[in-house]
């Protein structure tokens, strides 16, 4: 099993920039691919990004190709979340999941096992 536990959030003005973290507890945390999810009031959570296991290769939901960039720190059980240019619609809670070794990035929601409890990013325009 792994925990998972989400921070960075905040107030932002549009245009500017958030670099969320999600700290993993328990074992074999590069054995996970990780992602990030966001869900807005009123709307279903969506994908965001997802970094592999074991080349770190990542993958981005189209809204989010060139502004949004996700890493990891296999040395210090962490995940990222860069977000540049950032809009009123990126509001929203944002959250990090993992999922056992899989060859291709998830994205949907059902596929991750592992949830933090989530942090709230506010963009204001």
């Known amino acids: 099993q792994v925990q998972l536990v989400e921070s960075g959030g905040g107030l932002v003005q549009a245009g500017g920039s958030l670099k969320l973290s999600c700290a993993a507890s328990?074992?074999?945390?590069?054995?996970?691919?990780l992602g990030w999810f966001r869900q807005a009031p009123g709307k279903e959570r969506e994908f965001v990004a997802t970094?592999?296991?074991?080349?770190?290769?990542?993958y981005y939901a189209d809204s989010m190709k060139g502004r949004f960039t996700i890493s990891r720190d296999n040395a210090k059980n962490t995940v990222y979340l860069q977000m540049n240019s950032l809009k009123a619609e990126d509001t929203a809670v944002y959250y990090c999941?993992?999922?056992?070794?899989?060859?291709?990035?998830?994205?949907?929601?059902?596929?991750?096992?592992?949830w933090g409890q989530g942090t709230q990013v506010t963009v204001s325009s």
């Open positions: 970094i592999s296991y074991s080349d770190s290769s990542a």
């Open positions: 999941a993992a999922r056992w070794r899989s060859s291709r990035p998830g994205v949907l929601v059902h596929e991750y096992a592992y």
């Open positions: 328990g074992r074999l945390f590069t054995s996970y691919a």
